[in-house]
């Protein structure tokens, strides 16, 4: 590989809109775009008035000057007013669950997966915002035989959400192909990330829990199939760097091209907290893919991103979020 510069030199925007601001990983991504000294406007439609999860992750911006809130959901509210003046918007604003999205929930994931998108790109291209980076997922590659990954693959979506993911994508890329679209977009293949603040349904999170509780771990399948995990902090780097990126970059895998089973991460749990894990074996999930592992080659010839943290160093920062009440995540 030639010699890029770093993601973390990437330059930062003067004003963006960071949609699903209230999650996990929108949350970190204000943070870290507010710290550099750019202006963010964070849309959500959690309220944290109302909702614990979103109050946890929204209080990481406390007091951070530049920071703008606004509670609304994307499907039906006046989107232009959002985006005036920004330089970029990172859309990250979704229905993120595999498992849950088969059955009545799907409708959800459509909404805001899919049209809530359709509307964000519209209202993109009308205010004529140069960039919008959006949140993709490792799942749109669906089932592999255990090889990286990479951008061009053909995608076999695995379930219903990683059929919106695609969509999404997709739907985005398609606006900016218009040679009437004066938006570039950039999607983000994000792989498995995990950190402080990493949503209570991922298995990081429940497996750090059940060794801290010592409440058992529900285990799907029997813990061979293997994550290519991505540290938060990693993830955020790359996010950033994807609003400076040559507009020809189009699809980009975020993950490291390691590959590591749910067994492994188990023992890592038990290793960071000095605890042992009552496991509790469950059938696998349907839509649950076995293997995904990210081929990072394009993520480094455009970002001049590589991941920095492993796994061990990323679970122990994770589990000392979970004990320090303040920082998120709690248990
Ligand atoms: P999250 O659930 O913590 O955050 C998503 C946020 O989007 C939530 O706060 C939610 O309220 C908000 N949202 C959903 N629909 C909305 C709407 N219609 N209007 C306004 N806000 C809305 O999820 P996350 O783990 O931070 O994931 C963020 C994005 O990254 C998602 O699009 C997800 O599909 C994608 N992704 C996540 C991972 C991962 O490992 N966490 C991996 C691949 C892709
Ligand atoms: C994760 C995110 O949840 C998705 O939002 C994202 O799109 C996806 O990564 C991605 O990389 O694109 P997933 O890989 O399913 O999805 O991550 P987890 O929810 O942490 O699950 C990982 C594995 O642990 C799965 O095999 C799951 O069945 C298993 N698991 C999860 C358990 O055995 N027990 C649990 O309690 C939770």
Not at 71 to 99: E, K, Q, S, W
Not at 194 to 208: C, E, I, K, N, V
Not at 220 to 244: E, P, V
């Amino acid at each position: 590989m030639s010699q890029r510069p770093s993601a973390s030199a990437a330059p930062v925007p003067r004003r963006a809109v960071v949609t699903g601001v209230a999650g996990f990983i929108g949350s970190h991504l204000a943070h870290s775009l507010l710290q550099a000294g750019t202006t963010v406007i964070g849309v959500d439609r959690r309220d944290p008035a109302t909702d614990r999860a979103a109050a946890t992750n929204l209080a990481a911006l406390d007091g951070l000057p530049g920071y703008i809130h606004v509670t609304a959901d994307l499907l039906t509210c006046a989107i232009d007013p959002l985006l005036l003046d920004a330089n970029v918007i990172f859309h990250l604003a979704g229905v993120p669950g595999v498992r849950p999205s088969w059955g009545p929930h799907f409708s959800e994931y459509v909404n805001s997966n899919i049209l809530a998108t359709q509307r964000m790109m519209e209202a993109a291209t009308r205010i004529r915002v140069p960039r919008l980076v959006v949140a993709s997922s490792s799942s749109v590659y669906g089932s592999t035989d255990g090889s990286h990954s990479v951008e061009s693959d053909h995608p076999r979506p695995a379930s219903p959400y990683a059929v919106t993911k695609l969509a999404e994508e997709q739907l985005c890329l398609a606006h900016a192909a218009r040679g009437d679209c004066p938006t570039s977009v950039i999607a983000l293949r994000y792989f498995t990330v995990y950190g402080p603040r990493q949503r209570s349904d991922m298995f990081t999170h429940r497996a750090l829990e059940a060794a801290l509780t010592g409440r058992p771990l529900r285990l799907y399948g029997d813990g061979h199939q293997r994550r290519d995990f991505t540290y938060i902090d990693d993830a955020i780097a790359a996010t950033i760097a994807a609003a400076a990126a040559p507009k020809a970059a189009g699809i980009v895998n975020v993950g490291g091209g390691s590959s590591v089973s749910l067994l492994e991460v188990i023992n890592i749990a038990k290793n960071v907290v000095g605890r042992d894990i009552e496991i509790q074996l469950e059938s696998e999930r349907i839509g649950d893919v076995w293997i995904t592992r990210a081929d990072p080659r394009h993520a480094y010839e455009v970002l001049g991103w590589q991941p920095a943290v492993d796994l061990h160093n990323g679970m122990h920062a994770q589990m000392k979020a979970m004990v320090q009440p303040a920082y998120g995540n709690a248990v």
